[in-house]
Every structure is written in C-alpha cells, then in structure tokens.
C-alpha cells in the first residue's frame, strides 16, 4: 500500500521565536520512504535536525516576526496490515524488564499513576494478566472518555479526563497508558498519522493522531504493541512520527514566545493506481 501525506501549518509570531519541530517519520520508517520527505518553510529559515532522547527527528528552528508556513507532501509505502493482535502476549515481571523500558513504568506530566492507582488495581487487579489485562483498560478509557474536538484541553491529565470523562486522542491514551503503568505495564505515547483507511471516511477534519504501545511478551519474543483507546479496533496505515512518555515528549511544535496558530491542515489518503500512473507520466 501507498499512503500521501502531509501538512501546511503556519503560526504567527510576534518578534523571532525558537521552535522546536516533530515533524517528521520516525527514523525506522525512513526505508519506506517513496518521495524525500522535505519541510519546506516560508519564509525559508535555517532548520537544523538531530534525535532527540526518544529517537525522535527534531527540527530547530528561529521563526522570523510575522506568519511563518511549515508544509510537507510524500509519499510512504505501508504494508497495509491492520495492528497485530497476539492475544497470548504476557506482562513481563518488572525485574526482568530491559534498562530502557521502565521509564515508561513511571509518572509523568500527564500520567499522573499517583492519582490513579488505586482505581487501577480496583478495576484490573483480576483481570488476567497481559494482553488480556491492556484489552481490559483500553475497553475501560473507550469508555470512560466521550470524544469531543470542542472540549480539547492542553492541560488535562490523565486524572483530569477520568473524572470530566471527555476529551481527544490524547486523552483516550493518557488514561490508558497511565493505568497500564499503575498495573506494572510498560507503557509509551505515540503520535503520527492515521488517515481514514480500511473504514468508512469520518466527517471530522483530519488531524494528527495519538495512540499508544505497550511492551509485551509476544510469540516472537518482547516486543512494543499498538493499542488505540479512542477508536478500540486495530487500524490500517498508521504512520509515527513520534514516541515518548507522554504528549509533551510528542509536541509537534514546540514554541518559545507567543505564537498563535493560524492555519492546521493534514492530509493521509491511500493511493490508487490512477495517481501513480499519472505520477509515473
């Protein structure tokens, strides 16, 4: 499968303001590239890129007083197959888990496991262990949270959207990964595109997406699974940009000054043998 994708983003700023970028594929998916992936600027700036601790491609950037624009359009191959599902994957005893994994064991900004815990082993401590036990919270968040675009909120944690039980993406993953980690459950954010492919299309404007890995015990071995409390069905063509312990590991921009938003577009779709042709001309 071919997948197009891309953005145009702009922000207005008010005198030069550093940014810190997370625009681009994350580095393992850079072999599926089909057409360079390039962030085009205008006004052009110098943009300088290196990995930031998670293995993420982090671009800088001194955006100049006024609007800047950011813009990419590419095309990636996919291998079209829906999230692995391994219903027999087992929680691995925390004493044997690898050095780089237990950060994802702790508290952070927006998974406050602190405040969630014993709702945690309330909820979960029967229910069986593993991917059994991922299932059995990520039935929960679907759950707990009404989606709403309209009631977006940077602020909210984990905790803040299990008690308001409303929110977007990140707030399904926020309360899943953080009650993965209140039952000893390696849990890490994800955020990337995921475009309306395999299902009907959905009227909502596209959007960056958020989901969620957990590590597991699989057939072939330890390894990181997808999991999605917002949609709670594997998925076709999810493209990741970034990981981290939560979305503030992930911004996809990140400003230093004052600088509003003034245009958000993005746009994943599925290539059909027509365009290729016509690209191929």
């Not at 891309?6 to 998916?29: H, M, Q, S, W």
């Not at 007083?65 to 829906?82: K, V, Y």
Request: glycine share 8%.
């Amino acid at each position: 499968m071919r997948i197009r994708t891309g953005y145009t983003i702009a922000f207005d700023t008010f005198g030069p303001t550093p940014k810190l970028l997370l625009l681009n594929v994350r580095p393992e998916r850079r072999r599926d590239l089909v057409t360079p992936e390039r962030i085009t600027f205008d006004p052009p700036v110098e943009a300088r890129q290196h990995l930031d601790e998670f293995g993420n491609v982090r671009t800088r950037i001194l955006a100049p007083a006024g609007r800047i624009t950011m813009s990419a359009d590419f095309l990636i191959d996919d291998c079209g197959e829906p999230d692995i599902v391994a219903a027999d994957a087992r929680q691995i005893p925390v004493q044997d888990l690898p050095d780089d994994v237990l950060v994802y064991l702790l508290g952070s900004r927006y998974c406050d496991t602190d405040k969630l815990s014993n709702t945690a082993w309330q909820l979960f401590g029967n229910a069986p262990e593993g991917w059994g036990r991922v299932q059995a919270i990520v039935d929960y968040a679907h759950e707990r949270i009404r989606f709403d675009y309209q009631q977006a909120d940077s602020t909210r944690s984990a905790h803040d959207g299990h008690s308001q039980q409303v929110g977007v993406c990140r707030d399904f993953a926020h309360l899943a990964i953080t009650l993965c980690r209140c039952m000893n459950i390696p849990a890490r954010y994800a955020t990337g595109y995921l475009g309306d492919i395999g299902i009907p299309p959905v009227p909502d404007p596209m959007d960056f997406s958020a989901w969620f890995e957990v590590y597991l015990n699989g057939p072939q071995g330890p390894r990181w699974y997808t999991f999605d409390a917002r949609h709670n069905t594997p998925r076709i063509g999810r493209i990741v940009m970034a990981y981290g312990r939560d979305a503030t590991d992930c911004a996809i921009t990140t400003s230093f000054g004052p600088a509003p938003l003034a245009t958000f577009e993005v746009h994943t779709d599925e290539v059909d043998a027509a365009f290729l042709l016509g690209q191929a001309a």
